[in-house]
Every structure is written in structure tokens, then in C-alpha cells.
T-cell receptor, first 114, second 115 residues
């Protein structure tokens, strides 16, 4: 067990609905990342937080996506008006925040948009 | 922005065969390099990393990787694979991007080891 937990593990939704995912990082980790992974591809960066501050967002990230990390603890990723192209595994990772520190990944949330 | 290329997308080997997976990155400055592994049904986990010192680094389960700065490469090797090495392998680079360090991943290599 890595210590990073994500909820839910699976989410099936209809196109146009909003969905929200939660990530609980390892408690002493100040950095939290969201990645998206599709079949046959590596994790694609979405956004990251240093404590409660969202410091970087991918330019590829649609404005339908929003993330928060209130109080620098857990984080939520919301997708509004889901599209079939949003179907993917959404991964959360945390780290101590230095450049040579490894990422600890959660098991991910598999989103299917019908 | 940095990019990471993994040349072998699918590799099939028999047990005891030697393994080498290629990884090249695009960033020209100081980098931190990682190999992660994802076993079937499990989360991504670190195999090994390089950030300074000896360019030949050793990781878990007999894996090693060599950083060759002149070639912008960080290839993963194992002298003799086992069936339990069947997994997805991802190379990642952590390099400065707009004042931050954002780990960038390659598309991965699927390794199947036949017993």
C-alpha cells in the first residue's frame, strides 16, 4: 500500500454529467499531482499543487477541468459536462516536493463516459 | 518543454533472456531520471532513479539503468528476466519547466515474459 488513496476506483457516467474524484495523499507530502492515463500511453500531466497552491496546469487541460486542494491536504478533481474523450484513468500522486524525490501513486480512478 | 521517448512499446521475452529498454529525453540541462513499473493490477511504483553521482544506478529486483548524458539516454537493463517481470515500464524525467519541476513520462513499454 503506497499510502495514496483515491476514491472512487471506478466511475461510469453519462455524457454531459459532472464528476468529482478525490485523492488523499501521504500526510507529510506537500506536493500533489494529477495525471491522466489512457490505454497504451504513459501518465499525462494535468496539474499539481504545492500545499494548497495550484502552481501549474497543463495547457492541454480544458476549462471543464478544475482541481482544488483546500488546506493542503486532500484534493478533488472535477470534470464538468463530461465528454466521451474524458474516459481515462485519473491518477493522483504525491511527493515530498524536491526534484529528485519519487512520486507515490494511488491506484487511480477509472472513468467511463457513455 | 521536455519530452520522453521510449522506443520499444511491446517487448516479448523468454525467461532468462536479457532485457534493455530504451529511454531518451529532450531536456539539455540538469535532469532527474526515473524508471517506474506497473505490475498487472497494481499502482505505479519506483524501480530506480538517478539524480547525481555514478551514472550506473541499481534498483529493485536486479534492474539497473545507465545515464549517458551525451546521448540524453537512460536505458533500463536486466541481465536475466523472470516471468514476474511482466509489467508496464515507464521512463520519467523531472526537469525544470517554467520554474517548477514536473515529472514527464514516456508512453511506456509493455513487457511480457514467457515462462
Amino acid at each position: 500500500d503506497t499510502g495514496v488513496s483515491q476514491d472512487p476506483r471506478h466511475k461510469i457516467t453519462k455524457r454531459g454529467q459532472n464528476v468529482t474524484f478525490r485523492c488523499d495523499p501521504i500526510s507529510e507530502h506537500n506536493r500533489l499531482y494529477w495525471y491522466r492515463q489512457t490505454l497504451g500511453q504513459g501518465p499525462e500531466f494535468l496539474t499539481y499543487f504545492q500545499n494548497e497552491a495550484q502552481l501549474e496546469k497543463s495547457r492541454l487541460l480544458s476549462d471543464r477541468f478544475s482541481a482544488e486542494r483546500p488546506k493542503g491536504s486532500f484534493s478533488t478533481l472535477e470534470i464538468q459536462r463530461t465528454e466521451q474523450g474524458d474516459s481515462a484513468m485519473y491518477l493522483c500522486a504525491s511527493s515530498l516536493g524536491t526534484a529528485n524525490e519519487k512520486l507515490f501513486f494511488g491506484s487511480g480512478t477509472q472513468l467511463s463516459v457513455l | 518543454a521536455q519530452s520522453v521517448s521510449q522506443h520499444n512499446h511491446h517487448v516479448i521475452l523468454s525467461e532468462a533472456a536479457s532485457l534493455e529498454l530504451g529511454c531518451n529525453y529532450s531536456y539539455g540541462g540538469t535532469v532527474n531520471l526515473f524508471w517506474y513499473v506497473q505490475y498487472p493490477g497494481q499502482h505505479l511504483q519506483l524501480l530506480l532513479k538517478y539524480f547525481s553521482g555514478d551514472p550506473l544506478v541499481k534498483g529493485i529486483k536486479g534492474f539497473e539503468a545507465e545515464f549517458i548524458k551525451s546521448k540524453f539516454s537512460f536505458n533500463l537493463r536486466k541481465p536475466s528476466v523472470q516471468w514476474s517481470d511482466t509489467a508496464e515500464y515507464f521512463c520519467a524525467v523531472n526537469a525544470p519547466a517554467g520554474g517548477s519541476y514536473i515529472p514527464t513520462f514516456g508512453r511506456g513499454t509493455s513487457l511480457i515474459v514467457h515462462p
